[in-house]
T-cell receptor, first 116, second 116 residues
Framework: GAVVSQHPSWVICKSGTSVKIECRSL??????MFWYRQFPKQSLMLMAT?????????EQGVEKDKFLINHASLTLSTLTVTSAHPEDSSFYIC????????????FGSGTQLSVL | GENVEQHPSTLSVQEGDSAVIKCTYS??????FPWYKQELGKRPQLIID?????GEKKDQRIAVTLNKTAKHFSLHITETQPEDSAVYFC???????????????FGKGTHLIIQP
């Protein structure tokens, strides 16, 4: 089946630093990547949608200057949390839609971000 | 935008009994309804999904029913086993012209506990 690799799986950083999270589709081309955030014991909330080669579309309430998304190739999308603060601590997870039109979405393994 | 309500938030059943989780959605344009099982700190795993042109789908002990008119869909797990214990999320989306699902709107989740 289709595999989405997400790195790092966990990261601890100091307040004010930036953190980059990568999602790679290993055996398919991901025309669209979705980024979600999940706080403890809560649901997954869609943050933004990125299409290869174009600007990401952000959901209401998500700061685009804080959560930078780059989808420069059909196999890689990155989410950079800029000037991270403790309230950004969360589980971030990507999912990919492939170019073959398969309806199912493929999830990365998630990144647990802890900001001190 | 889409709004998905999920009930109950916690469900405890005896091993071997059936479990039912219910969801409602608001956007009549949604036509794809997947169910995910998530263990702590892991990625969501797709367990079953249904398109709006189908009223019911079954896969071994798991079934999903959809009432498009009432905008609600349910997950049914029969003969529950201890390994079924997890958090279950329903979601709603629509299938794009390219064939893949758009970003998912998740319900708040149901913590299913299987009592031995």
């Amino acid at each position: 089946g289709a595999v989405v690799s997400q790195h790092p799986s966990w990261v601890i950083c100091k307040s004010g630093t930036s953190v980059k999270i990568e999602c790679r589709s290993l055996d398919f081309q991901a025309t669209t990547m979705f980024w979600y955030r999940q706080f403890p014991k809560q649901s997954l909330m869609l943050m933004a949608t990125s299409n290869e080669g174009s600007k990401a579309t952000y959901e209401q309430g998500v700061e685009k200057d804080k959560f930078l998304i780059n989808h420069a190739s059909l196999t890689l999308s990155t989410l950079t949390v800029t000037s991270a603060h403790p309230e950004d601590s969360s589980f971030y997870i990507c999912s990919a839609r492939d170019s073959l039109g398969r309806e199912k979405l493929f999830f990365g393994s998630g990144t647990q971000l802890s900001v001190l | 935008g889409e709004n998905v309500e999920q009930h109950p938030s916690t469900l405890s059943v005896q091993e071997g009994d059936s479990a039912v989780i219910k969801c409602t959605y608001s956007d009549s344009a949604s036509n794809y309804f997947p169910w995910y099982k998530q263990e702590l700190g892991k990625r969501p795993q797709l367990i079953i999904d249904i398109r709006s042109n189908v009223g019911e789908k079954k896969d071994q002990r798991i079934a999903v029913t959809l009432n498009k008119t009432a905008k609600h869909f349910s997950l049914h797990i029969t003969e529950t086993q201890p390994e079924d214990s997890a958090v279950y999320f329903c979601a709603a989306s629509f299938i794009t012209s390219g064939g893949g699902a758009d970003g998912l709107t998740f319900g708040k989740g149901t913590h299913l506990i299987i009592q031995p």
